[in-house]
């Protein structure tokens, strides 16, 4: 099984400023890489896939980077609804289908 | 706008069952791949099982292969999870999502809460 190792587990970043989340993945999975975003009670909800490609309705806040085993979400200017958890997915080698562990971005 | 409903959850003993449904509008529910996702609150997201827009192959994570049961009635654009032989380490929410194309998961509905207990 692929494993997705994020980090760091938790984020402290100002609203305003730039966040970086990285996910590396036990072996190499080409672009097939997905991330998603968990707000506190809610489900997640799609952020962006094959690495860099946002989903529909993403602000260009977001953007994805990385190929093989090295991935970064970055959020180019934090705003107060980005606050959340963000988990990475692959879907290049299944089943099964793998998560990383999580980073929860908190406001400094 | 994609609207999936899950129910079905609840409190269920060790070695009992349960059957999850997911009831899904707002899409073409026979032309999208489906997954049952689960979620122990505080961790991370688990993958369960995947079943074809036809409904003609399966796939499980191997720690309910030979307990679950993915399947699906197109005719009322529903999604279902048969629990069988529940563990405590079940206990979680229940997510159904459907799939892209490409094993994304693409939309999400607002989970059912298992709890397995004596």
């Known amino acids: 099984d692929i494993v997705l190792t994020q980090s760091p587990a938790t984020l402290s970043v100002s609203p305003g400023e730039r966040a970086a989340l990285s996910c590396r993945a036990s072996?190499?999975?080409?672009?097939?890489l997905a991330w998603y975003q968990q707000k506190r009670g809610q489900a997640p909800s799609l952020l962006m896939y094959?690495?860099?490609k946002r989903a529909t309705g993403i602000p260009a806040r977001f953007s994805g980077s990385g190929s093989g085993t090295e991935f970064t979400l970055t959020i180019s200017s934090l705003q107060s609804e980005d606050f959340a958890v963000y988990y990475c997915?692959?879907?290049?080698?299944?089943?099964?289908?793998?998560f990383g562990q999580g980073t929860r971005l908190e406001i400094k | 706008q994609v609207q999936l409903v899950e129910s079905g959850g609840g409190v269920v003993q060790p070695g009992g069952s349960l059957r999850l449904s997911c009831v899904a509008s707002?899409?073409?529910?026979?032309?999208?791949?489906m997954h049952w996702v689960r979620q122990v609150p505080g961790k991370s997201l688990e993958w369960v099982a995947f079943?074809?827009?036809?409904?003609?192959?399966?796939n499980y994570a191997d720690f309910v292969r030979g307990r679950f049961i993915i399947s699906r009635d197109n005719s009322k654009d529903t999604l279902f999870l048969q629990m069988n032989t529940v563990r405590p380490e079940d206990t979680a929410v229940y997510f159904c999502?459907?799939?892209?194309?490409?094993?994304?998961?693409?939309?999400w509905g607002q989970g059912t809460l298992v709890t397995v207990a004596s």
């Open positions: 072996q190499s999975i080409g672009i097939n």
């Open positions: 094959g690495a860099s």
């Open positions: 997915q692959q879907y290049n080698q299944w089943p099964p289908i793998t």
């Open positions: 079943i074809r827009k036809d409904g003609s192959s399966q």
């Open positions: 707002g899409i073409t529910f026979s032309s999208y791949g």
């Open positions: 999502a459907n799939d892209s194309g490409s094993r994304i998961f693409d939309s």
